[in-house]
C-alpha cells in the first residue's frame, strides 16, 4: 500500500525530478553489469584493444559458448556446466534445512519464551558478526571427526549451522508481530506447540519464508569461502569453478570468457531475484523489519 | 508491546499433566540443537581462537603459550593499524551512505511510481552477484586509464581526474562506492517494506493539520521506521566487517595495504603466511571491536523496545 | 600421433601392477597450464591409475593452500600437492609427507636434476617432492618495434636501462609496463636487487637473512633504484594483473617489462614472434644470474597400498622426459632434467637452459625471494608488507625501509 501522502497531485516539476533520479540511480546501478555484458561479447583482440566501456567492434558469442561448455576449470575443459548441479545439491537442502530450523527457532523464541530464551537470542545474534576465516580449521577438524570431510553432506552442515542465526533472525523478528493473544486464545483451547504453529502461525509465513529462502539462496549460492574449503573434488560448487576461470595467476587470461561465466553462474540468483523480487517487499514488509 | 509472559499459563482442564510437561519442554527441547551447535561452532571456535592468539603457532595449529607476544606484534605492525583505520572509515561511510541511499530512493521509490517492480529489481540485483567478478569490472571502471577518467578525457575534459582507485589516501573510498552499489539496494528495500508498514492514518492526520511533505517525512515517518535502521544497521555492519571478497577482488588491499581490512588481514596472516597465531590474535581483536561497538547499541535497542 | 606412442611407451614402462587413486590439489586452471597437467592425468591413466582432480586456482596458490591445511586437519590429505619452495620444509618437518626415496633412486634423479633443485625437494636429505619445472624470473621483455620507434636500445645493464626508459618517455611511450600487485613489486624489486648485491649478497639478504646485508649501504641502493623504476611505469598500475601489462608492452603502449618467463603465453597467445615481435633478455645487469621459481609436487603420508603405488607412479611420470617436454612447451618455462633433448623450444627457453646450466656451477643460481622459493612465507609476506609499502607511498626514505625490512624479517623468523 502506498502510503495515502502522495495520493494527491503532485506538481509536475517534482515529479520528474524523482523520476529523473531514480532513473540517473538505475543507470549507476547497471553500469558494472553493462560492462560485464559489453565484454562477453567481444573477441580478445577488441578487448586488448578497445575502451572497456565501448561496444564490440563485432559482437561475437564465442565465449559464452566456452564458458558454458569448453572453458578450463582445472585438469578438465567442459566449462562451469557441470558445476550447476553441485551447487544445487549443495543449495537446495541448505537453504530449505536452514528455513525450516530458523522457523521453528523464530517460533520459540516469540511465542514460547522460556527463561534465558532473550539471552541465547542475544548470543546467536553475535554469531551473524562471527567472520567466517575465523572458524575454517576448528570447523575442518570438527567434519574429520564426524567422517563428513570434503562431502556435500558436511558442506550443507556448514552452510546450516552458519545460516541459521540469520533464518532465527527473520522469522523471530516477524512471529514477534503476531499478536500474543492469538497465540494465548489457542492455548486455552487446548492447542499444542505443533497445532499452534501450523494452524495459527504457518499460514502467514510465505512473506517471510520467501524472504528466509532469498536470503539464504543468495548467500550460499554466491559463498566461496566454505564451498572451495568444505567440498569434495566431484562436488566442487560453481562459486570454485568461477574462481579457477577467473583467477588464473600465471597463465593467459580471457576477460570475455570471464565476464560470461560471471553472468552464467549469476542466473539462479537473478532468476530468485526476479521471480520472487515482489515477495521480497511484501514480505519485509509485513514485519521482518519491524525488529 | 506489553512484556509477554514467558511462561505458559496455568494448567487448563483439558490438558493432561503429561502434556503440559510436554509443552514446557518441546520449545527448549526444539531449540536444544541450535544451542548446542551455536555454543561449539560459534563460542567453542572463538575460544579456540582466543587460545591459538596466545600459541606462537605459525604454519599449523600447535601449542606453545608465548603469553601474550601475538597482542604486542599485533600492535607494532603497521598493516594491521591501517587495516582497523580503515574498517572505521569503510565501514562508518558504507553504512552511512547506504542508510541514505536507501532511505532516499524508498521514498521517491514510494511515490506511486510506474515501472515500479523493474526499478526496485535493478536496484536488487547487485546482491545476487558474486563479487569474484563484479570486482573485476570495478576494477576496470575506476581505474584511471581504462574506466571512467579515461571515458571522460575521451569526450574531451582532458583535466577530469579521478584516480582513487591507484591512489594510496583514496583508495578505500573505492571500496565504499563498490559496496554501496551492492547493498544499497538492499536496504532501498529494506526502508520501502518499512514506509509500506506505516499505518497511513497517522500521516493524513497530519496532512490535515497542514504540515509540510519533507516535514511529514521527518518528523512522522523517518521516527517510525527505527526499527527498519535497526535491522539495516545489523545487516550493514555485519557485511561491513566480513568484507572480503570485495577488497581481495578490488585493492587486494592495495596500494601497497593502504586498502587493507581487518579480515583479509587475519585470513592472509592465518593462512597464506604462515602466522597462524598473528591471525588468531587479530581474529580476537577484530571480535573485541565488534563487542565494543555493537553490544551497547544491541543492548539499548532491544531494551528500548521492550519497554515501549 | 606423438602422443599415442608417447602413451604406449608409458604403458610398456609402466612396472607396477596395482593401481590406484591419485587425488591432485593443484591452482593451474588457465587454458595452457590444464592441458599440460590433462597431460599428465592421462599418462596417469594410461598406467591404469584413476586421477581425481582438485583444482584452487587464486593468488598463486594462496586458496589453494588454505583448501590443503584444512584438508590436512580434518584427516582428509589429497595424494599429491602444488607446494612449492620452503612450504616443502614446512610440510615435511609436520611428518605429513611421504618418502621418495626409492622412486628417486630408481630413476636417477641425482643424476638428471641441478643439486640447487633437489635440495629444495628433500626435507632432512630425503625425497619428499618431485620438481616440475623451472621458471626464470629475472626476464626483460621487450617490444623491438617500440624501441626503435624511440632510437632507444635494448638495455642489458640499469644505466642503459635509464638512457632507454627516458627515450621512451620522450616518444610518449609508456617506459616500464607494470603490474601493481605486491608479488610484482617483489619480482621487479628482486631483479635490482640481484644486480645491485650480486648473487652473493642476495643469498645472504634473503636466503641466510644476514642483518648486516639487508640494511646496509647495497640495499639501499637497490631500494632507491627500484623507487627511482617507477617513475618509468604509468600511475594506474595499481591493482593491475601482470598479463595487463604485458599486453601493454605487446600494443607497443609501453616498452618494456621485467617478468618472469610465464609472460611468454601471453605474447605467444596474442600471435607473436619470440625474437621477431617481441625479445626476452636478462633483467639488466643480470646477465649469467638466474633467480629460480621452481614449480613442484608434494607427495602427502598414504595408507592405501594402491595409492601409494598410484603416487610413485605420479612422482616417477613427472619426471620424465614426455612429460617435462610437453608440459613445459605450454607453460614457457624450461624442464627440470637438465639431459633432455630441447630441440622443439624457442630461443627464450634454450637461452634460459643455458644459463640455468653455467649459473649452477657460477653459484649464480639463486631462489627467487618473490615466489617463495628463497624463505617462508611469514617472512616473505613480511617482506612484500615493508616493499610494497615503499613502492607505493612517498613518506618513507629508503634507509628506514631498509631498515624496517631488516626488523620486520627478524620478527618473523
Known amino acids: ?291 | 508491546m506489553p512484556v509477554t509472559h514467558t511462561n505458559t499459563p496455568a494448567p487448563l482442564a483439558s490438558t493432561t499433566p503429561w502434556q503440559d510437561k510436554m509443552q514446557v519442554w518441546l520449545p527448549k527441547l526444539i531449540l536444544s540443537p541450535t544451542i548446542v551447535v551455536t555454543l561449539i561452532c560459534v563460542y567453542g571456535f572463538v575460544i579456540w581462537t582466543g587460545l591459538l592468539s596466545f600459541t606462537k603457532s605459525r604454519f599449523l595449529p600447535q601449542f606453545d603459550f608465548v603469553g601474550w607476544r601475538q597482542y604486542e606484534r599485533l600492535l607494532n605492525n603497521d598493516r594491521w593499524i591501517t587495516a582497523c583505520e580503515n574498517l572505521l572509515i569503510f565501514g562508518g561511510l558504507f553504512i552511512a551512505i547506504c542508510l541514505l541511499i536507501g532511505v532516499l530512493l524508498a521514498i521517491f521509490l514510494d511515490q506511486k511510481i510506474q515501472q515500479e517492480g523493474m526499478i526496485r529489481t535493478i536496484y536488487l540485483y547487485p546482491m545476487a552477484l558474486s563479487f569474484i567478478v563484479t570486482g573485476t569490472a570495478w576494477k576496470w571502471i575506476l581505474n584511471p586509464g581504462l574506466g571512467l577518467e579515461n571515458l571522460v578525457h575521451q569526450m574531451g575534459f582532458t583535466d577530469f581526474k579521478f584516480d582513487w582507485l591507484v591512489n594510496s589516501d583514496m583508495a578505500v573510498y573505492t571500496l565504499v562506492i563498490a559496496a554501496v552499489w551492492q547493498s544499497s539496494g538492499f536496504v532501498m528495500a529494506l526502508f520501502l517494506a518499512g514506509l509500506r508498514g506505516i499505518d497511513s492514518s497517522i500521516i493524513n492526520a497530519a496532512q490535515i493539520d497542514g504540515a509540510s511533505k519533507p516535514r511529514i517525512y521527518w518528523s512522522i515517518i523517518l521516527p517510525c521506521l527505527r526499527p527498519v535502521f535497526f535491522s539495516a544497521i545489523i545487516i550493514l555492519s555485519h557485511l561491513a566487517i566480513k568484507s572480503f571478497d570485495l577488497v581481495t577482488a578490488l585493492t587486494s588491499g592495495g596500494p601497497g595495504y593502504s586498502s587493507d581490512l581487518p579480515a583479509l588481514f587475519m585470513y592472509s596472516h592465518s593462512f597464506t603466511r604462515g602466522q597462524m597465531g598473528l591471525g588468531a590474535a587479530s581474529a580476537i581483536m577484530m571480535l573485541a571491536g565488534i563487542l565494543a561497538i555493537l553490544v551497547p547499541y544491541l543492548y539499548s535497542e532491544l531494551r528500548g523496545k521492550r519497554n515501549a | 600421433m606423438k602422443l599415442k606412442t608417447l602413451f604406449l611407451a608409458m604403458t610398456f614402462a609402466a612396472g607396477s601392477a596395482t593401481a590406484g587413486e591419485v587425488e591432485v590439489l593443484h591452482w593451474w586452471t588457465s587454458g595452457g597450464e590444464a592441458k599440460s597437467v590433462a597431460v599428465l592425468k592421462q599418462m596417469m591413466e594410461q598406467q591404469g591409475h584413476s586421477w581425481k582432480d582438485f583444482a584452487v586456482a587464486g593468488g598463486g596458490g594462496e586458496s589453494a593452500m588454505t583448501v590443503l591445511k584444512t584438508r590436512v586437519v580434518s584427516g582428509n590429505a589429497p595424494t599429491a600437492a602444488q607446494i612449492k619452495g620452503h612450504d616443502i620444509q614446512e610440510w615435511a618437518e609436520l611428518d605429513y609427507l611421504a618418502n621418495l626415496d626409492e622412486v628417486a633412486k630408481k630413476e636417477g634423479w641425482e643424476q638428471s636434476v641441478p643439486s640447487v633443485v633437489t635440495d629444495i625437494m628433500k626435507y632432512d636429505s630425503h625425497y619428499v617432492a618431485v620438481p616440475v619445472n623451472v621458471h626464470r624470473v629475472n626476464w626483460l621483455w621487450a617490444n623491438p618495434a617500440v624501441f626503435e620507434k624511440a632510437g632507444a636500445k635494448i638495455p642489458t645493464n640499469l644505466d642503459e636501462f635509464f638512457v632507454a626508459a627516458d627515450k621512451l618517455k620522450a616518444a610518449g611511450v609508456i617506459p616500464l609496463a607494470q603490474g601493481g600487485q605486491p608479488w610484482q613489486e617483489a619480482t621487479l624489486f628482486e631483479a635490482v636487487a640481484l644486480e645491485i648485491l650480486g648473487s652473493a649478497d642476495y643469498r645472504k639478504a634473503f636466503v641466510d637473512h644476514d642483518m648486516a646485508v639487508l640494511k646496509g649501504k647495497k640495499m639501499v641502493e637497490a631500494l632507491t633504484i627500484f623507487k627511482k623504476m617507477k617513475g618509468y611505469t604509468d600511475q594506474a598500475a595499481s591493482g593491475r594483473d601482470w598479463n595487463i601489462a604485458t599486453n601493454m608492452v605487446i600494443t607497443g603502449q609501453a616498452g618494456m617489462q621485467i617478468m618472469g618467463d610465464w609472460a611468454k603465453g601471453e605474447f605467444i597467445a596474442a600471435g607473436k614472434k619470440p625474437g621477431v615481435d617481441f625479445v626476452c633478455v636478462p633483467a639488466p645487469g643480470t646477465q649469467g644470474q638466474f633467480t629460480f621459481n621452481v614449480d613442484s609436487f608434494a607427495m602427502f603420508k598414504q595408507k592405501d597400498k594402491g595409492a601409494m603405488a598410484a603416487q610413485n607412479d605420479l612422482a616417477k611420470t613427472i619426471l620424465t622426459p614426455e612429460f617435462q617436454e610437453v608440459f613445459n612447451l605450454n607453460k614457457g618455462s624450461i624442464p627440470v632434467r637438465t639431459d633432455m633433448d630441447l630441440s622443439k623450444f624457442d630461443q627464450c627457453a634454450l637461452d634460459s637452459m643455458d644459463t640455468f646450466k653455467a649459473s649452477a656451477t657460477s653459484g649464480d643460481l639463486v631462489p627467487s625471494f618473490a615466489h617463495g622459493m628463497a624463505t617462508t612465507s611469514a617472512i616473505q609476506g613480511a617482506m612484500y608488507d615493508v616493499l610494497t609499502n615503499y613502492y607505493n607511498s612517498d613518506n618513507i626514505s629508503a634507509q628506514d625501509t631498509a631498515n624496517l625490512l631488516a626488523d620486520v624479517v627478524e620478527d618473523a623468523m
Open chain 1, 1 to 291: 500500500m502506498h502510503s495515502s501522502s502522495t495520493s494527491q497531485g503532485e506538481n509536475g516539476l517534482g515529479r520528474w525530478l524523482i523520476y529523473g533520479v531514480l532513473a540517473l540511480m538505475a543507470l549507476v546501478y547497471l553500469l558494472p553489469l553493462f560492462v560485464m555484458l559489453v565484454t562477453s561479447f567481444k573477441t580478445g583482440t577488441d578487448i586488448r584493444t578497445g575502451s572497456l566501456i565501448s561496444l564490440p567492434q563485432e559482437w561475437v558469442t564465442d565465449s559464452w559458448q566456452a564458458a558454458w561448455g569448453t572453458a578450463c576449470t582445472g585438469v578438465t575443459c567442459d566449462g562451469i556446466k557441470g558445476y550447476f548441479w553441485n551447487s544445487i545439491k549443495m543449495v537446495v537442502p541448505a537453504v530449505l534445512i536452514s528455513t525450516f530450523i530458523g522457523a521453528f527457532n523464530g517460533y520459540v523464541i516469540s511465542k514460547w519464551r522460556f527463561k534465558g530464551s532473550d539471552l541465547f537470542f542475544s548470543l546467536m545474534l553475535f554469531g551473524c558478526f562471527l567472520p567466517f576465516q575465523l572458524v575454517l580449521l576448528p570447523m575442518a577438524a570438527m567434519l574429520g571427526k564426524l567422517g563428513l570431510a570434503n562431502t556435500t553432506t558436511g558442506l550443507v552442515l556448514v552452510h546450516v549451522i552458519y545460516g541459521v542465526a540469520f533464518t532465527t533472525l527473520f522469522f523471530r523478528n516477524y512471529y514477534i508481530n503476531v499478536p500474543d493473544e492469538l497465540v494465548k486464545a489457542a492455548k486455552l483451547d487446548g492447542a499444542g506447540f505443533f497445532t499452534i504453529f501450523w494452524a495459527i502461525l504457518l499460514p502467514i509465513s510465505k512473506p517471510i519464508i520467501m524472504v528466509t529462502i532469498i536470503w539464504q539462496f543468495t548467500s550460499i549460492w554466491n559463498d566461496f569461502l566454505f564451498g572451495v574449503v568444505y567440498s569434495g573434488a566431484d562436488s566442487q560448487p560453481i562459486t570454485v569453478a568461477l574462481n579457477n576461470l577467473v583467477n588464473t595467476s600465471t597463465g593467459v587470461k580471457a576477460y570475455n570468457v570471464d565476464m560470461a561465466a560471471a553472468i552464467i553462474a549469476a542466473l539462479p540468483t537473478l532468476f530468485v531475484y526476479f521471480v520472487a523480487g515482489k515477495y521480497f517487499v511484501r514480505g519485509l514488509t509485513a514485519g521482518s523489519v519491524k525488529g
